[in-house]
């Protein structure tokens, strides 16, 4: 495998690296030979402070041309972001207070070559550090207050910046990450494909339950497939697998969603996408596109300050008010009168600026319709807990909540005009897995909402189709992931 060493003059990198072509930026930009490379480690050492500078577009065009570059575009855009940086870096605060527990003082600043400390003492800190944001010479600087180290800044360093003493550590460490970037590249190639599955087994509520994610190994290994399961520890190694499938309660403030980013980012195969999250969680959205496309649901008001008053006459009593990012019914509420309706529209306007209101509509269960890739999966009725209006109720302690029975149907004895309309409102959030949830009053279909990363739990959503539920699944990534593969080898 060829290795690119890319800088502003030929000169900025005087070490000699076996199988290291050191060529300059404009060399590499304009050469078409370098176009023409199929398979190179690109190392951009130029300097990138300025957007759509040459530095900017090294990264930028070895991505196009299916090198592999460090750093991506996306570290570039990273490293320039304080708020980004510091948001990244909490996927291994626990690593962080751990390794700087012993020193004094208040600031910090570790230097970070190609992953390595010099010092060899924070050795694992500096590889996290690095396969979070891949800058070669990189510079953290930490900050502890309150007793706490953060990562403040995050510096590309310049080789004219270090010391010659650090050359000869520099240019081992460069030379074993070139090796490293070899030996990926050919695992890579012949590879089967390999999907990473996110859980947390202190989750309280997970969307797949213990049997479920064994099911979900097994279909992998049946199509040919490796499935891997990771908690948020792995976070750095991402760029080993070809997918990855989120079997973890997401959120947008949560790192969930920023494993399905970086791993976008990254080119796997996502579910749940970053997209799908960010659109499912929020009931404002939700609204908004639902109606905009004509897709029933029950009466529905935006509510702000101005306008609680016309809630009343619009839906009347009782109603629902959602907070926007609700789910499993929790921050989801119904009132009766109007003393409640204003403390409880008070109490969601202080932790939204809009949220949702809608009609009370009463039935004994809601149909749960799986949805992926454009196409049903399976359908349940989730029947109501007992004396309840909900699936779930709530309680002071999760050993006293109840929930209703989930009953599998097959999907072709759902009626049309309910599976009709859950596939296409399913299909404007996107192409991945999604559960919508619909009542049906006298012959009347809505939606009540569009969820990612809906149950599939063994006992329940499977009682109809058994093992075909997740190897559907599975194959859903398969059939991506060599499409992939077969439009990066057409590229190159």
């Known amino acids: 495998m060829i290795a690119f060493f890319v800088v502003n003059q030929a000169r900025d990198w005087p070490l000699s690296i076996p199988g290291v ?121 930490f900050e502890r207050r309150n007793g706490l180290w953060r990562v403040q800044t995050l510096t590309s360093l310049e080789f004219r910046d270090i010391p010659v003493g650090h050359h000869e550590f520099i240019a081992t460490a460069a030379r074993d990450y070139v090796d490293a970037c070899a030996r990926r ?41 490796r499935a891997e399961f990771i908690t948020r520890k792995d976070w750095g190694r991402l760029d080993e697998f070809d997918g990855l499938f989120l079997r ?29 999250i ?39 009593l009782p109603c629902v008010l959602k907070q926007p990012d609700s789910a499993f019914s929790l921050g989801v509420v119904k009132v009766e009168a109007e003393e409640e309706l204003q403390r409880k529209v008070g109490e969601f306007l202080e932790k939204s600026d809009l949220i949702v209101a809608q009609e009370w509509v009463v039935t004994e269960f809601d149909w749960r319709i799986g949805v992926l890739d454009r196409r049903p999966l399976y359908a349940c009725r989730y029947m109501m807990a007992p004396g309840h209006w909900q699936v779930i109720k709530r309680a ?21 005009h309910v599976l009709e309309t859950a596939v296409k409102a399913a299909n404007f959030i996107g192409n991945g897995l999604y559960g919508v949830d619909l009542k049906e009053v006298d012959g009347r279909c ?39 593969r077969a439009t990066r080898q057409q590229e190159r």
């Open 21 to 141: 072509e050191v060529v300059s930026a404009r060399t590499y930009l304009t050469d078409p030979s370098y176009r023409d490379k199929a398979a190179a480690c690109v190392v951009n050492l130029c300097r990138f402070g300025r957007y759509q500078g040459l530095g900017y577009y090294v990264s930028l065009l070895a991505e196009a041309r299916g090198h592999d570059p460090i750093p991506r575009v996306k570290d570039i855009r990273d490293v320039q972001s304080d708020n980004l940086v510091r948001l990244l870096t909490e996927e291994i605060d626990e690593l962080i207070q751990l390794s700087l527990a012993t020193l004094a003082g208040t600031t910090y600043e570790l230097i970070v070559y190609f992953g390595r400390d010099i010092g060899l003492c924070y050795d694992q800190l500096s590889q996290q550090l690095f396969n979070m944001i891949q800058v070669p010479l990189l510079k953290v600087r």
């Open 185 to 225: 590249r050919r695992m890579r190639s012949g590879r089967p494909c390999t999907i990473a599955i996110l859980h947390n087994a202190d989750d309280p509520e997970p969307p797949s339950n213990a049997a479920a994610l064994a099911k979900f190994s097994q279909a992998a290994a049946k199509l040919g497939m």
């Open 248 to 276: 973890e309660t997401t959120s947008v403030n949560h790192y969930t969603y920023r494993f399905s980013r970086r791993a976008a980012a990254e080119g796997l195969v996502v579910i749940d996408d970053p997209d799908s």
């Open 278 to 316: 960010l659109r499912c969680s929020n009931k404002v959205y939700l609204s908004e596109l639902l109606s905009r496309h004509a897709i029933p649901t029950p009466r529905t008001m935006i509510v702000h300050r101005d306008n609680v008053k016309d809630i009343v006459p619009a839906l009347g």
């Open 396 to 416: 002071d302690s999760k050993d006293k909540e109840t929930e209703g029975a989930t009953i599998a149907l097959p999907v072709e004895e759902v009626p049309p």
């Open 446 to 484: 809505c939606v009540i909402e569009v969820n990612d990363n809906p149950n599939v739990d063994h006992g329940n959503e499977d009682a109809v189709l058994g093992d075909a539920v997740y190897e559907r699944i599975m194959d859903v990534f398969r059939a991506r992931i060599e499409a992939r």
